[in-house]
């Protein structure tokens, strides 16, 4: 009975699941819909619809993005759709904060959505599919639906948790249209055409509304002589129309610092009259010699919280594929040796929006600026900002403390780390300083405590991450980041700071009950106090800061002003600085609170609150400073001779840093010895130098042989990935190790990489042998991997130890997916594109193809599926013909042949083959 029982649930189940239907996705989800969960607001959803008029329980059921793995999410026991009644499931992925105390009734899938397109799959209890469906690439804000008659459309008013309305339905148009003028800073004006070579007739506006048939049909070329937004826009019909093209023109305007110019998609103005731009801009950076630096489309969303109060604009830029590139490639701060950002922060200045403008910026130069100590700062751009062709002043170019800012200066992928927090860290206390060490970087740890006390800390100032992968030094990192409210000002409201900083904190509490500890912290902040924060150094950077902005100041002062009129902005009833003479004294109050920190008895301050003994003088000197330099507690001094402030019978860590092209010999002075590292105790005045020497010239005769910047299949590393390699060949009987060579991707930065001398065995190259060189950011796999990633245009530049001799360079442009780029034939001169990469063998294989090779696609023989996971069949030869092949791996060996028109490859492993039909040409096969 129980058998039976179960078998008509089952046959009722399947009954009613058939009448289940995805009915809308919206995999762009940036301001339509408000999810239930705080912290992740805007999440991505897929709408199941019940067509039944009785309800059905889908408990057990699966959700998948996936179809090799359709199981990949189940609905929990009791999910229940409602007669002819929708669900909502949102599509956040696992890491999706939750915090909410309604958050356990909300569905949430182990999948995101992504808005490149992919298949929904819904499937019974038993595996079956119910429906699937698969939906292109996705713009921000629109949905994916099923229409009355079962079809699917874009709806531009996705209708979550209701009914579809066909009435939104529309097709976008695949519309090519170009504009003659780029977005940027013209001097005088400009005559800007438009053409469209798919569908559709074009419309204009120049005042920043959106383009319809009811807007200017465009038929001549315009004129522009004053700043102006020009958007265009492909239209065939009322529910077929392209992507708006938006450009922002500024006229005749002249600044000294570099312009970000923001084109929205859409603009409004909230109840305060504060324009709010959210979703897709075309985003311009343009350096202040006028180079367009970047010029693409990406995604803003405001955001901050006090900030986000202020009349100035404030929230992130970031990029998206879904727009052509994913990042953006330039350097964008000076000292990051960053040249790929996902995003960057737009800041206002939050608090001090009022005052300078400055504090926060000021924090990051002075902990970033010559990297003296490694610290983990954000880099910083002051810039002149347009919004739709409307000045707003100067804005901060910040990088975000999210997930963006690890992987940016660490290289880790977003499952390889988490935010634990804005706080300081806390791990396991322990006496064993190599434990502790890989706990967290002690010095970091003790900066952090000491920064409190010195900047006048009233908000956080600092998070921390830890890092999952193992990949860094320390499980976990700090990362600086709001320093706003700091050296008298709290909210809008500066209180001048009275009297030099306490040091009575300076000392995390659990390492000042640690004697070891406490006395490595004392030196260590001796030597920042030195180096970093001495009033010379501190007093400087605002100087310079001050001279960077106080051009764009009158106008700054004047649109911000009227912003604030414009908003009627009142909050603590404090206004913005109305001209340069206010900003100059608050400029002049914060350079006063600094430079009143550090007076002359802090040492002796610092002696007593601690129970050390005197301090001393130290000199430490470099031979040469343009050979290498000394650090002081990891702490970098940029003078060839020093002398700083000490505390006596406590042991200071010196280390000798040779610089490119050079190498330490040995201590000098009141230490003697050839230990890069030392840490000598010193109970006087004391002297001693560093002493560097240049290295000699390595081997010049290796090659660049091969070089390939997009590797999905061709070959794996050791470690099972498909990532950009660069082949070096050693024409030499002798092997030559190439630890110490420099290699690089960036002819500004040549010495950009130093092959490690921690493994011969992966930085050696045999005589007459090839060595591959992985430039996939992977440092942790090994010597032989380097720490930057190529692109299919680029270029590679190698030079020999001495830093200073170029052994070769090479350029190459549009390299595609799984072709390579290199010499014709081993050690050759002249380079040709790879269709068949040969890495790791010999390039005068006949298995290279050039771009003048027979072509396959121009023949009438097909081979397919390519990709393929098993068969491949050999069609449409020619009558008669005779067929033969052989089927070769990428170093050129034979593992394969026959003369059948189908192949069985479901045996080999994944990969980049060649199959050569009837020795006449060659075509890439790959096993997946």
Do not use: C
Not at 321 to 341: A, H
Not at 496 to 509: A, D, E, N, W, Y
Not at 635 to 648: A, L
Not at 793 to 800: A, K, P, Y
Request: hydrophobic share 35%; proline share 4%; net charge negative.
């Amino acid at each position: 009975m129980k058998k039976i029982f179960l078998l008509l649930a089952l046959v009722t189940t399947t009954l009613y699941s058939q009448n289940i239907v995805i009915n809308e996705v919206q995999a762009k989800n940036f301001r339509t819909y408000v999810g239930p969960f705080p912290l992740d607001t805007y999440l991505n959803w897929i709408e199941l619809k019940n067509t039944t008029a009785s309800e059905i329980d889908i408990g057990n059921y699966f959700l998948s993005n996936d179809s090799d793995d359709i199981e990949k999410w189940t609905f929990p026991l009791g999910t229940v759709i409602s007669a002819n009644g929708f669900l909502l499931i949102h599509a956040g992925g696992d890491n999706i904060n939750k915090t909410s105390a309604a958050a356990g009734t909300h569905l949430n899938t182990n999948f995101k959505l992504s808005p490149l397109g992919e298949s929904v799959i819904l499937s019974n209890v038993d595996g079956s599919e119910i429906h699937k469906i698969e939906y292109p690439p996705m713009q921000n804000d629109i949905s994916y639906a099923r229409l009355n008659d079962g079809s699917f459309s874009f709806m531009n008013a996705p209708t979550p948790n209701a009914e579809n309305l066909d009435t939104t339905a529309f097709k976008l148009l695949d519309s090519d249209i170009k504009i003659s003028v780029a977005s940027g800073l013209y001097a005088s004006g400009q005559t800007v055409e438009i053409t469209n070579t798919g569908e559709g007739e074009i419309y204009y506006t120049i005042d920043g509304t959106i383009p319809s048939t009811s807007s200017l049909v465009y038929t001549t070329p315009i004129s522009i002589n004053e700043n102006t937004i020009l958007k265009a826009i492909a239209i065939k019909s009322i529910s077929e129309f392209s992507i708006i093209e938006n450009r922002s023109y500024i006229i005749g305007a002249s600044h000294d610092l570099p312009l970000v110019l923001l084109t929205s998609d859409n603009s409004s103005f909230n109840h305060r009259n504060k324009e709010v731009i959210d979703g897709r801009v075309a985003f311009s950076f343009i350096e202040t010699d006028g180079r367009v630096v970047i010029n693409q489309y990406a995604n803003f969303r405001a955001s901050g919280k006090t900030s986000l109060s202020q009349p100035q604009l404030n929230g992130k830029i970031k990029a998206d594929k879904i727009y052509g590139d994913d990042d953006f490639d330039y350097k964008m701060y000076p000292n990051k040796n960053i040249g790929k950002f996902d995003s960057f922060l737009l800041r206002n200045a939050s608090q001090d929006w009022s005052e300078t403008h400055m504090r926060d910026a000021f924090m990051s130069r002075l902990l970033g600026q010559d990297n003296l100590a490694d610290f983990p700062f954000e880099g910083y751009r002051p810039a002149v900002l347009y919004v739709n062709a409307r000045y707003q002043g100067i804005i901060n170019v910040r990088e975000d403390d999210d997930s963006d800012y690890v992987k940016h200066n660490f290289g880790l992928k977003k499952n390889e780390f988490e935010k634990s927090g804005r706080d300081q860290i806390i791990y396991g206390f322990t006496t064993d300083r190599t434990e502790l060490e890989n706990k967290l970087n002690f010095n970091d740890h003790v900066n952090v405590q000491f920064l409190i006390s010195y900047a006048d800390l009233n908000e956080y100032g600092f998070g921390s991450w830890k890092d999952l992968s193992g990949k860094t030094a320390h499980e976990n990192h700090y990362y600086m980041h709001d320093y706003d409210a700091t050296f008298g000002l709290f909210g809008e409201e500066h209180v001048p700071l009275v009297g030099p900083m306490s040091v009575s904190s300076i000392v995390p509490s659990e390492m000042r009950r640690h004697e070891p500890y406490k006395n490595e912290a004392l030196q260590f902040i001796a030597a920042t106090l030195n180096h970093i924060y001495n009033k010379e150094r501190t007093i400087s950077i605002i100087n310079t800061m001050e001279s960077e902005l106080e051009s764009e100041i009158p106008a700054h002062a004047i649109i911000n002003s009227q912003l604030a009129i414009d908003q009627d902005y009142n909050r603590s009833n404090i206004p913005p600085f109305a001209n340069v003479t206010e900003w100059k004294n608050n400029v002049n109050a914060l350079r006063k609170d600094v430079e009143g920190r550090l007076d002359a008895a802090i040492f002796t301050r610092i002696k007593n609150e601690y129970g050390l003994e005197d301090p001393i003088q130290v000199t430490y000197e470099s031979s040469d400073i343009n050979k290498g330099l000394v650090r002081v507690h990891n702490v970098k001094s940029i003078k060839e001779t020093f002398t700083g402030t000490y505390f006596k019978n406590i042991p200071i860590r010196f280390s000798a840093e040779a610089l490119p092209g050079y190498k330490f010999v040995r201590w000098e002075g009141d230490v003697s010895g050839t230990d890069a590292e030392i840490a000598p105790v010193f109970s006087t005045n004391a002297s001693i130098k560093a002493v560097f020497e240049p290295i000699a010239i390595g081997s010049t005769n290796i090659v660049i042989n091969e070089i390939q910047g997009k590797n999905d299949a061709t070959i794996a590393d050791e470690n099972g990935e498909y990532d950009d390699w660069i082949e070096i060949y050693n024409p030499e009987n002798t092997a030559v190790n190439l630890a110490g060579y420099y290699i690089s991707d960036d002819t500004a930065e040549p010495l950009k990489w130093k092959i490690t001398d921690t493994d011969a065995s992966k930085t050696t190259v045999a005589g007459k042998g090839y060595l591959l060189l992985w430039a996939d950011k992977e440092l942790s796999q090994g010597a032989n991997h380097l720490d930057f990633k190529l692109k299919g245009t680029d270029e590679v530049l190698l030079t020999s130890p001495d830093a200073t001799t170029l052994i070769q360079q090479i350029s190459f442009i549009d390299i595609d997916t799984d072709t390579s780029y290199g010499a014709t034939f081993d050690g050759d001169t002249e380079y040709i594109t790879f269709s068949a990469p040969t890495p790791g063998a010999t390039n005068g294989s006949d298995l290279r193809l050039s771009k003048g090779d027979l072509d396959i696609n121009n023949t009438k023989i097909k081979v397919y599926p390519n990709p393929t996971r098993g068969l491949i069949t050999i069609t449409n030869l020619s009558k008669g013909d005779r067929l033969t092949w052989k089927l070769y791996n990428i170093t050129g060996q034979i593992i394969k042949s026959g003369t059948q028109t189908e192949i069985d490859i479901e045996e080999i492993n994944k990969g980049l083959y060649i199959l050569n039909i009837n020795d006449n040409f060659n075509v890439k096969v790959i096993k997946q």
